[in-house]
């Protein structure tokens, strides 16, 4: 289980200080899949970072199975977390081939040692977890990832996330850069991994019916906390209306 | 200026200055190509490391191991250098302009102007004297070996774990951090590489020269700079291994057209650097009509293949 126990953030900006979380609580079972939304500014890609620990909160708690990570560095936790940026470019490298993206993410928060990083072997993985793409990338290996398409680095990103199994796996608008075809392939790809692989996932959308969707959890975000925890049952009978609905009731209240 | 000498100075002239280059070459190319940085400290590193090999041995330290310290030294230096950015947040290359002012002083003290090899004192080059019974064939066959190993060595570590972790890194810093890839180690690391490679160039020149000034290291930069980008235009970038391959036959053509320059008649050193200048312009202008030209082809091909679908 994970817990973020009652998260601020505060970001100086020039002449006044932004409140972005505002005491946020949440508590993430094992294998939940949570679909958070919220609008612009609402806080939910600054809750990502700092469970990520791109930044640390200016209070609170992160805790992952009992283990306080709130002060490790995003590079000392990341054997506990798989990320999939919004920008297909951000979670690859586009100058090096494919294999040697996967070689990275396969030893993700390992010690890198001065073994080879391409291996036989390893390849037997890569083309193991390829081949159900159907995008033909198994027998490309060694290409260079920037003659993929978006869609394609994504699909390879999202790979490369959860090749080792994460505790957590973050995505953040990981399929809004990408055309609605695209999109939707995406989306039954992120799906199927985490069912397949058992996976606890957190995913940012700003498509409600993808949030409504996907998942058994749903979460909105406003002006720093979260105003809905929404669970199966409910969710499943949930619509776009609803969600706007909650959406005005929040705003008012905040007025 | 007779045929004879010409292909003499040629043969010898050009094969030395490739070996040596190279290696600076391929410094450069970790710091600017690997961490994207253009770390100046170079034009002071590589007289520092010259210098101070001379000194030593002239102190009595044995030839090798007096090289062996000023590789040493230089990481010392990278180490420096590499912390001024991570630890004091100074901008890179403001970081290695500061380290390169710095130096010019312990390179003032230690040559008061020019080093040479006190006499009774020998290099490492001596060695092999005896094999060859002449000093540039000693030279060109030890330089060789220690390119070889050096470029087999390099080879070997980006191909690593480790290695491939310090070339994400610098292309890509959000995604190795999500991968657990201590940037800032990394950055550390690559610079104590880099600087090591120029300083063991610079020892090597040194010794090979018997002597060093301050300003034997004035433009180093630039000369590494373009024999990176001269091999990036012949050989285009296709892969990492290709590109360590292509600094060694890019430093040979670079030196062998600098030094046909500079036999021309009525050429002056006064205008060495001058030429350098505009040699790398050159180089430069070509690479980047190379790289828009290619981008051009691969959208057009795009656009085929769309319509055809």
Known sequence: ?255 | MNWASVFYFLGTDVPLQALVWVIVALGVFVAFKVLGVADMSVDALFPFSAILSLLLINLGVPSILALLIAVIASMGVGFINSALHVYLKIDPLLAGIIVMIALYTPNLLMAKGTISLASGKSTIFIGLNSLFHNMIASKIFLMAIICLAILILAYWFFGTELGLSLRASGKNSSMSKANGINTNGMYILGLVISSALIGLAGGLYGQLNTYSTNDSGRGSIVIGLAIIFLGEVIFGNKSFKFSLLSLLVASIIYWLILDIIQILPDFSTTYLNLTKAIFITLIVCVYELKKTAKKKLSIRKALIIKEEN
């Not at chain 1, 000392?76 to 990320?83: F, M, V």
């Not at chain 1, 999202?158 to 608008?173: N, Q, R, S």
């Open chain 1, 1 to 255: 289980m994970i817990e973020l126990k009652n998260i601020v953030k505060d970001f100086d900006s020039a002449n006044s200080i932004n409140h972005v979380l505002k005491g946020l609580n949440l508590k993430i079972n094992d294998k939940d899949f949570i679909t958070v939304i919220g609008s612009n500014g609402s806080g939910k890609s600054t809750l990502l970072n700092i469970i990520a620990g791109s930044f640390p909160p200016t209070s609170g708690q992160i805790i992952f199975d009992g283990e306080d990570v709130t002060k490790t560095k995003e590079h000392q936790r990341a054997h506990l977390i798989g990320r999939v940026f919004q920008d297909p470019n951000t979670g690859t490298i586009g100058d090096i081939s494919i294999q040697e993206n996967l070689a990275i993410a396969l030893k993700r928060g390992e010690k890198r040692t001065l073994r080879w990083a391409l291996k036989k072997e390893y390849n037997d993985i890569y083309v193991r977890q390829l081949k159900p793409l159907n995008l033909g990338l198994e027998t490309r290996l060694g290409d260079k990832i920037s003659s993929l398409s978006g869609g394609q680095r994504q699909s390879v990103t999202l790979l490369m996330a959860v090749l080792k199994k994460p505790k957590l796996l973050l995505l953040d608008e990981h399929t809004a850069a990408l055309d609605p075809k695209t999109s939707k392939k995406i989306m039954a790809l992120t799906e199927k991994l985490i069912e397949d692989n058992g996976l606890t996932a957190m995913m940012i959308t700003h498509n409600m019916k993808d949030a409504i969707r996907y998942g058994n959890r749903l979460i909105m975000i406003s002006e720093g906390r979260i105003i809905a925890d929404i669970r199966k049952d409910k969710k499943d009978k949930l619509t776009i209306d609803d969600l706007y609905a909650q959406f005005d009731k929040a705003e008012k209240t905040e007025d």
